[in-house]
Each structure stands twice: as C-alpha cells, then as structure tokens.
C-alpha cells in the first residue's frame, strides 16, 4: 500500500516536472485521429470528433495543473506568461474545432484530415509561445504556418480558396525567410548562441552595433508578417475571403495570438536595451494598421474582409499593450484584451459560419432583416460586434479601456489618442451592420434559411449542429460578461514578465 | 573567406526575393522561395565555422533544409490542386480576390 | 586559402578530370572517317528511335512518388547526427528516435492506406 502511494506521488511529481506533457497529449491525440480514420475508412467520424475534444480538454486540464503545482513551489514569471498563452490557444482551438466541425460535415469533406490539422496548427502554437530556442521556434513557426495552409486550401475545388492558399503559402514562406535571415544574423552575432537566454548576453557585448538593427528589422518584418501589422498587411483581406469561414475563425485567433506570444518573448527578451528604437517602429506601425484597417473596413462589402480589416486594426490595439508593459503591471493589459478578443472574434465568425451554412453567402447586404429570421443569431452577432467595436457595458469595452489607460500612463499619448479616434470608426461600420439586421428588409425572400438542413438528417450532424449553436452562444455570454469578471482575469496576468 | 560567403548569402537572398516578386508562375515562385532558404543556409554554414561549437548552426540547416522541403512539397501539392482546376499556374490570373 | 599546398594533388585530379572528355572528344573527330548521313544526325538514345518534342508532360503520378520520397528522405537527415553519436547519446536519444520514426511510419501507413502509393 505505501509503495502504491509512493509510486503515485512520485508519478504525479513526474508528470508535473514534464512540461511539455500538454503537447505529448496532443500529439497521442493526433495520432489516435490518424490511426482510428484510417482504420474506420473514414465512417466513424463523430468518434473522431469527440477524439479531438477529448484530447484538448484533458490538455488544457493538465496545463492547469501543472500551473497550479508550480506556483505553489516557486513563481516563474516566463513560465506564467508561456502558459496563459497555451491556454489561449487549447481554447481556441477547442471553440473553432466545436464551432467548425458541422460546417466540413455539410460540405462533405473528411473531417479526418480537417481535425489533424487543427490539432496540429494548436500544437506548433502552443510550442511557439514557450520556445526558449531559435530552432524550436523556427519549426514550430513553420508548423504552425503550413497546418493553416493546408486548412486554407481545405476547399480544394473551389478556385478562390486554392487562390488564398496559394498567396498564403507565398507570403508565409517570404516572412518567415526573413524572421529566418534575422535569426542567422543572431546567431553570428551572439557568438554561436541559439537559446534566447544566452543570446541576451553574447549580444551585449558586440562591437557590431549596427548589424543588431538589421537583425531587429529583419525580426520585426517577419513577426509583422504573422501579426499582420500595416506594411504587411496585404495577404491578410485576400486569404480571409478565400478560405472556408470556420477556417477563417481559425485564423484569426491562433496564428495571432501565437505570433503575439514569440514577438513579445523576442522583442521582450533579445532587445531590451534599445527598447527606445524598436518601440518607436512597433508603434508607427501599430498606429498605421489602426488608422488603415479601420479606413478600409468601412469600404468593404464582404464580412469575412471587413472583419479582416478589423483584426488588423485590433492587432493594432494589442500592440499597445505589448509597448506599456511595465515592471508593476508587465503584460497584463495586452494578455487580458487578447483573451477578450479571442472570445469576441470566435464569437462572431460563429455567427457568420452559422449565417453562410444556412444561406451560403457572405455579403454584407444579404445580412438585411436578419431579426426576422433569428433572433438568436442575430442577438449574438449584435453582442460579439458591439464588443469587438467597444460599446461600454460589453467586456470590449472594458479591455480596451485597461488598454488605453495602461498605455496612456507608459506615455504613449499619441498612440492612445489615434487608437480612441479609430475606435469610433469602427464601431461605425459594426453598427452599419447591425442596422442593416434590425431595420433591414429581407431583399432575397427566395433564400429559405434552413436549406441546407433538409438533406442532412443524420443524428451525428444534428448533435454537430448543436455544438455550432453552442460555441456561438459561449462565445457571445462569455464575450458580454467577461467584463464583470475582469479583476480576477487581470490579478492573474499582473505577473507576467520575464 | 567569411565576408564572402555573407556576401554571397545576402546577393542569393537579394536574388531569390527579385525571382519571387516578379516570377508569374507559381513553380518558379517557389524555387525562389527554395533559393531564399538555401542562401540562409549558406549563412548558417558560414556564421558557425567562426565558432568554437559549431553542431548548433549545422543543425539548424539540417532543420531548415528539411522545412523547406516540406514546404515545397506543400507548394506543389497547391499547385497541383490549382493547375486541376483551372489549368495553368499562373500567379498573374489568379485574380478573383481583389478589393 | 586555395593557394596553399596541401591543395596541389587536388588541382592536378582537377586537372585531369577535365581532360578526359576533352581528350575523348578530340581523339574521336582526328580518328574517325568523316561520313555525314541522317541517322547520324540524331541524338543517340540507347538503341530507342526518339520522337517528338524535348519538351514532354509527366505523369502525375510520378508526382505522388517523388512527393512520398522527398519527404522521408529528407526526414532521413535527422538520423544521421543521431547515428554518429550514439554512443555518447544513450538509450534515452534512441527511444526518442523510436519515437520519431514512429510518427514517420503513421504517415507512411496513412498514405499507403489513401492510396498515394497505388500506380493506377
């Protein structure tokens, strides 16, 4: 009995000293979708599904764990940040996979591959935000890249997804050849170092003060591809459109909120000490993508560009986060916006993956009396659009008013004031919308809502269809009430700084 | 011979980004893009010869040698799937996600 | 650096490497009786009569073979640093490499099962 117990206990401190066992979850979860797919030639998929949810579920319970056994021995404030950031992403990928899985039924691929790369893009996120290496941070940077790719392209016959993929695949490949050249440039100048620790101190002392720079301008380039900062914007609206909308969902959190994470961890750690250059370019960039993502949002006729602009624009707000950070509050306020923004911008590719199943269209024009169709869809896309522009009682509102503050005390006065003007803008455009749902009269009587949903009587896609509506509803409660619990989720990111 | 080399890694680099700005085809896009990684490489190389340890640059070439091959197989595979469709590989046709 | 002498035995093996097909070239055209005709005209292709245009299609199908082979060719290089320390590494750098080739073989399995490695 007492070696049971001790077996157990020294089990447990195994399992909890092993780190990367959220991810060695995954990857079993990957393989077992593999093997089950191929071994049920491809029938079985609602096994498939539950498989995959599983698998994220007891990833993220375990990361919770660990975080919890760690912190009551000793406090790491890198390790905090790498975690939050894991757990971010396990939600994502847990929303879109829930929120996309009856979309791929209805449009009658294999979920099987769909769900594979999912997971994997999840993966190479969830390694990329705690990487300490320049390698693991390349591979994982790739994979990541590539599993959206692929999810990019999942359309494969349809000739405007083959269109984004292709773009995509281009630019990903350009960017991360430059973050790449950066990284070479490191390497040379920290004397052979590639983890970002001893990095820091070869690079202190260099007589080759000027390479540094254009090693950081390399970084940023490829990191601003990833984020869809303003100068690298371009691929952004185009692949939006063109790929599947739950892909799009996707998109929109993960690679972001991962590129976030190794652009902080590289700019945070590597560059501290010129901070004054780097943070002058981050915030001209970070107030040309608000300015022109906001602009050209309003312009736009299509919700999946518009909402592409908008996500640019909102990057642009993160950055200022990522440019207060301060020695009492460190990441606090740009960790806390990031996870408002991934439940908001889940939240409304929800409905709008909902909307283009049921219609098939995703113009802004077709959205006209939508009230009188569903109210349901229509309430959560209202909320999810009113807190992404910043209405007050939503938690938009709320993070972005931390935001602010926490930018205008570091002194970034005018960042602080563009970013308020532009919010306005763009709770113009979300409110044209929202209007034209309300008010609007139903121009295309003849597109009967449930049209899809007749062919398709089949128990697994009604239980999917749930949990498309499930997702939704989450996405919208959570992305209204998380502003009531906002104290509890700033306490726990107040520490995070390395 | 450690100037060269970077010398000669910034010009393929130089190169490889001309041929992928202004190749209209994808293929040929993509062999820019396998240009681009293999002047990075040459960087790689000639950076960890200066070096006491010199596996940790070698071994990150054989790990960007080997993304870079999964990301041309990725890239033909996308290639196939377009020429499929609409029977030519051009990158200048490809026009049907504009503003 | 290419002017020191420890390279010396590799510019005469340069050397000689050239001419070789210089030499075989030139002794030919001195040797051989001059006769023009048609059939000599043509590019020899290992007793086969070639036809049509330089410029052919492949078959699509050589695209999923090269596809699987590049990748686990290039997976392949992984193993070699492993197998020139492996001693030094351990049992521990060989269950990861099991490990590894593992995963490769899931994907393997997977595209014999999708039919990438079907002829027809």
């Given at each position: 009995m007492n070696d049971i117990n001790l077996f157990l206990a020294k089990l447990t401190?195994?399992?909890?000293k092993l780190t990367i066992l959220p991810e060695i979850i995954l990857i079993l979860g990957l393989v077992a979708v593999v093997v089950i797919d191929l071994l049920s030639k491809g029938k079985n998929t609602f096994l498939l599904y539950k498989i995959s949810m599983v698998t994220l579920l007891a990833s993220a319970v375990i990361l919770l764990w660990q975080w919890g056994f760690f912190t009551a021995y000793e406090r790491s404030h890198a390790r905090d940040f790498g975690n939050i950031f894991r757990f971010f992403l396990l939600i994502c990928s847990l929303l879109s996979i829930s929120s996309s899985v009856d979309y791929i039924l209805c449009s009658k691929m294999s979920l099987a591959e769909f769900l594979l790369f999912k997971l994997a893009a999840g993966l190479g996120g969830m390694v990329l935000s705690c990487a300490n290496d320049l390698v693991t941070i390349y591979v994982s940077l790739e994979f990541l890249a590539l599993s959206s790719c692929f999810l990019s392209g999942y359309t494969k016959r349809d000739m405007r997804s083959n269109e984004a993929t292709m773009k995509f695949l281009l630019m990903s490949g350009a960017s991360s050849s430059l973050l790449l050249y950066g990284f070479s440039l490191l390497y040379g100048l920290s004397g052979g170092q590639l983890q970002l620790d001893k990095i820091v101190d070869g690079i202190i002392f260099n007589r080759y003060g000027s390479i540094i720079y254009l090693s950081a301008a390399f970084t940023?380039?490829?990191?601003?591809?990833?984020?869809?900062?303003?100068?690298?914007?371009?691929?952004?609206?185009?692949?939006?459109?063109?790929s599947p909308t739950p892909v799009v969902a996707f998109f929109s959190v993960t690679s972001k909120v991962a590129a976030l994470a190794l652009f902080t961890r590289l700019f945070g750690?590597?560059?501290?000490?010129?901070?004054?250059?780097?943070?002058?370019?981050?915030?001209?960039?970070?107030?040309?993508?608000?300015?022109?993502?906001?602009?050209?949002?309003?312009?736009?006729?299509?919700v999946k560009r518009m909402l592409a602009f908008s996500s640019i624009s909102q990057i642009g707000y993160i950055m200022i986060g990522v440019l207060s950070a301060d020695s009492g509050n460190g990441y606090a306020s740009m960790i806390t916006y990031t996870f408002i923004y991934i439940l908001m911008n889940l939240g409304t590719f929800a409905c709008i993956t909902l909307f283009g199943l049921r219609t098939g269209t995703d113009n802004i024009r077709d959205y006209a009396g939508l009230y009188m169709k569903d109210p349901v869809l229509t309430f959560s896309l209202v909320l999810c659009l009113l807190s992404l522009g910043g209405m007050p009682p939503l938690s938009g509102f709320f993070g972005k008013l931390y935001l602010f503050w926490h930018g205008w005390k570091a002194g970034l006065y005018s960042l602080v004031l563009v970013a308020l003007v532009t919010s306005v803008i763009s709770i113009y455009y979300y409110l044209k919308i929202i209007k034209l749902m309300f008010t609007g009269k139903s121009g295309r009587s003849d597109t009967p809502l449930n049209s899809r949903q007749n062919s398709l009587v089949s128990l697994s896609i009604s239980i999917s269809k749930n949990s498309l509506e499930i997702a939704m509803i989450i996405c919208a409660l959570a992305s209204t009430l998380s502003g009531i619990f906002i104290d509890p989720i700033i306490e726990i990111t107040r520490n995070t700084f390395f | 011979m450690f100037e060269q080399g970077l010398i000669l890694s910034a010009y393929l680099l130089c190169v490889g980004f001309f041929g992928l700005i202004t190749s209209r085809n994808m293929v040929r896009a993509l062999m820019s893009l396998e240009l681009i990684f293999n002047a990075i490489t040459l960087n790689f190389i000639t950076l960890s010869n200066l070096f006491d340890n010199r596996e940790t640059g070698e071994i990150f070439t054989l790990f960007v040698i080997a993304v870079a091959a999964a990301e041309a197989a990725t890239g033909l595979a996308i290639a196939l799937s377009i020429h499929r469709n609409r029977r030519s590989t051009r990158i200048d046709q490809s026009n049907l996600l504009k503003w | 650096m290419f002017l020191s002498h420890q390279y010396d035995s590799f510019w005469i093996f340069l050397l000689v490497c050239i001419s070789i097909p210089l030499l075989a070239f030139s002794i030919t055209r001195f040797a051989a009786p001059p006769r023009e005709g048609p059939e000599k005209s043509t590019s020899y292709e290992s007793g086969i009569e070639p036809k049509g245009d330089?410029?052919?299609?492949?078959?699509?199908?050589?695209?999923?073979?090269?596809?699987?082979?590049?990748?686990?060719?290039?997976e392949t290089v992984f193993l070699y640093p492993w197998a020139t320390s492996f001693e030094e590494l351990g049992l521990f750098a060989f269950v990861e490499v099991i490990v590894f080739i593992f995963i490769l073989i899931v994907g393997l399995v997977y595209a014999w099962r999708k039919g990438a490695l079907e002829w027809c």
């Open positions: 401190y195994t399992s909890a940023t380039a490829g990191t601003a591809f990833k984020l869809s900062l303003f100068p690298f914007h371009q691929w952004t609206p185009d692949v939006y459109e063109g750690l590597i560059f501290p000490y010129f901070s004054n250059e780097w943070h002058v370019a981050v915030g001209l960039l970070a107030t040309f993508s608000m300015i022109l993502g906001n602009l050209i949002a309003v312009t736009q006729r299509s | - | 330089t410029w052919i299609r492949f078959q699509i199908r050589y695209y999923m073979f090269a596809l699987v082979f590049t990748v686990f060719d290039v």
